[in-house]
């Protein structure tokens, strides 16, 4: 038995449906990482990215904006407030 992370990619399409992009399996989350993801996104066909809702991860907007120029990143409502609180007494 071994303790690894998966990280999943979900996509909506402009009709609104939900679809699974992939599951990758990684020792530590990077920016590395995920410029490999969307490369491989991109290499499987995946032209354009209207927006990256992220955690806040360093260097994962630069990634995304590397891949996909024109997309919009946005931080995660749930990370926002959790990085919020941690400020408040």
């Not at 071994?2 to 990280?7: G, I």
């Not at 290499?43 to 990634?63: H, I, N, S, W, Y």
């Amino acid at each position: 038995m071994r303790n690894k992370a998966v990280y999943m990619g979900i996509g909506v399409t402009c009709a609104g449906c939900k679809e699974v992009l992939g599951f990758w399996i990684e020792q530590t989350e990077g920016a590395k990482f995920w410029l490999k993801v969307m490369h491989e996104l991109k290499a499987r066909g995946m032209q354009d990215v209207l927006v990256a809702v992220t955690d806040g991860l360093k260097g994962f907007p630069e990634v995304i904006e590397a891949v996909y120029p024109q997309t919009l990143v946005q931080a995660c409502i749930v990370h926002l407030i959790r990085y919020s609180l941690a400020h408040a007494s």
